[in-house]
């Protein structure tokens, strides 16, 4: 079945084909638009913006898609959009218009949750994970951790109080005078920092529990900068070391939670999806630490951890192979629980063959 996937969750426009099946050719070609520099001077994702650009991207980048793959319309078997979680206005142009070709082409359609897509990425890999695994999701918006054990079947391990990973990540390299998106600027600069000047607390690590915090360490690099720019030290170094301390301290956290995820799942694979997986440190760190136990680590490649239109594609093809589809009506779900999804019954293949 041959599935074109649409994400437009938030700031990046992606597209994506991607034909499964037992003769499937994999992921034919997938294409994203990041609105970075749009939203840049505002420092942060203006809604109402990045609703307009999907408008003035998707067409373009749909064909772009289907010219690289040498594919024509009308052999797309299936579209699958995402429909939540996410900025209403964004999803409903990636919503309207998937619905609206899949009717145009008379083919099923059906709405993808954007975390679904992100934890079923790391199949588009070789080699790819068997079933059950932890899945640890950590992104701009989201910190979970889920034992999957199937396609559909989840249940939420733990996820963040407060600020999500990326969210912090992105809030304190504000805090710091980094260029925006912050997350990726502050582990750039945290490589240059004294790993021994700051430490930073390991927050809710002292007590049972898989929930998350990070709200409190981007609070606490507030408090240090501000202490470092009040006694004049050397700014550039004193920048560079904090970025570093907070950097540690969201990654060992990170480590510990999954230590007892995966105990408590009982399970030998962890796959990490979403923006923040594609942090060097963190992916590092976490094969170490789980090869030690005898837990194999899968991920995404890194221009798959972002926000992107192959991960919908192969979670609509999986639903779609199995039968699901959508009614003619569409909408969107800005709030959309993981749990809420629905099982796949008996599917006649393996996930992503």
Same mark, same amino acid.
């Given at each position: ?31 994203? *638009?990041? +609105? ?13 913006? %990045?609703?307009? &650009?999907?408008?003035?991207? #998707? ?23 995402? !429909? ?14 998937? =619905?609206? #070709? !899949?009717? %145009?082409?008379?083919? /099923?359609? @059906? ?39 199937? @396609?559909?079947? *989840? ?14 990540? &992105? ?8 260029? *925006? ?10 490589? +240059?920092? &004294? /790993? ?6 390991? /927050? ?12 409190? #360490? ?10 470092? =720019? %009040? ?39 962890? @796959? ?8 060097? =440190? ?11 136990? $005898?837990?194999?680590?899968? *991920? ?43 099982? @796949?019954?008996?599917? !006649?293949?393996?996930? $992503?063959?």
């Amino acid at each position: 079945m041959l599935v074109l996937g649409i994400e437009t969750s938030c700031d990046e426009t992606g597209v994506a084909l991607f034909e499964g099946g037992p003769t499937g050719r994999g992921l034919l070609a997938h294409a994203v *638009y990041s +609105q970075t520099a749009i939203h840049a001077e505002y420092g942060g994702v203006v809604p109402e913006l %990045a609703s307009r &650009d999907h408008i003035r991207k #998707l067409l373009p980048l749909i064909q772009e898609v289907l010219d690289q793959s040498g594919v024509e319309a009308a052999s797309v078997e299936g579209v699958a959009y995402t !429909a939540g979680p996410g900025l209403v206005g964004a999803l409903l142009v990636g919503a309207a218009l998937g =619905r609206s #070709l !899949a009717w %145009a082409w008379g083919v /099923p359609a @059906i709405a993808v949750h954007h975390m679904e897509g992100h934890l079923l990425a790391p199949l588009l890999e070789d080699p790819a994970p068997a079933f059950p695994f932890v899945a640890l999701l950590v992104s701009g918006g989201h910190t979970q951790l889920v034992d999957v054990q199937e @396609i559909g079947r *989840y249940r939420i391990l733990g996820e963040s109080v407060d600020d999500a990973a990326g969210e912090a990540f &992105d809030k304190t390299a504000k805090i710091l005078g980094l260029p *925006y998106p912050g997350g990726p600027a502050l582990a750039r600069l945290a490589e +240059q920092g &004294d /790993p021994q000047r700051y430490r930073f607390p390991r /927050p809710m690590t002292d007590r049972p529990g898989l929930d998350f915090s990070f709200s409190g #360490l981007k609070t606490f690099a507030l408090n240090s900068w501000q202490t470092v =720019r %009040a006694e004049r030290e050397d700014l550039e170094q004193a920048r560079a070391d904090i970025a570093r301390a907070f950097e540690e301290a969201v990654v060992e956290t990170l480590l510990i939670k999954c230590r007892r995820a995966v105990e408590a799942a009982g399970v030998e694979r962890l @796959i990490m999806a979403g923006g923040v997986s594609a942090n060097r =440190r963190l992916r590092s760190r976490m094969d170490q630490e789980m090869a030690a136990r $005898g837990v194999s680590v899968f *991920y995404p490649r890194a221009e798959l951890c972002t926000d992107n239109g192959a991960m919908i594609a192969l979670a609509g093809h999986e639903r779609l192979a199995a039968g699901q589809q959508e009614a003619l009506r569409f909408g969107a779900r800005p709030r959309w629980a993981l749990e809420e999804l629905e099982p @796949i019954v008996a599917p !006649a293949h393996e996930p $992503g063959a």
